[in-house]
Nanobody
Framework: QVQLVESGGGLVQTGESLRLSCTASRSFFRANRMGWYRQAPGKERALVAT???????NSADSVKGRFTISRDNAQNRLYLQMNSLKPEDTAVYYCYVNDYTRDYWGQGTQVTVSS
């Protein structure tokens, strides 16, 4: 069982930055894949960026060049650095981990970007 707790969301203006953090209740070291998804009002949950255990990153075209995913295995933390934020980035952001047996999700953190 893995518990995930996100933090770092908030209200910012267009062009500003935020860094989301996700703290896991146990080590990421043996995770298959981890990352971030988001769900905007009235839309389905969508990929933002994921990272495999080997460090291979997959990210949505809409965030490439602006968002960076990273992890700190020693702290059991996953990060999402979001730069040049746009109103269309407004969503609830969810942390995700797959440990080869099942998916785990955090409770989500709200990111709102005003124009």
């Amino acid at each position: 069982q893995v518990q995930l707790v996100e933090s770092g969301g908030g209200l910012v203006q267009t062009g500003e930055s935020l860094r989301l953090s996700c703290t896991a209740s146990r080590s990421f070291f043996r995770a298959n894949r981890m990352g971030w998804y988001r769900q905007a009002p009235g839309k389905e949950r969508a990929l933002v960026a994921t990272m495999t255990s080997g460090g291979v990153i997959n990210s949505a075209d809409s965030v490439k060049g602006r968002f960076t995913i990273s992890r700190d295995n020693a702290q059991n933390r996953l990060y999402l650095q979001m730069n040049s934020l746009k109103p269309e980035d407004t969503a609830v952001y969810y942390c995700y981990v797959n440990d080869y047996t099942r998916d785990y999700w955090g409770q989500g953190t709200q990111v709102t970007v005003s124009s």
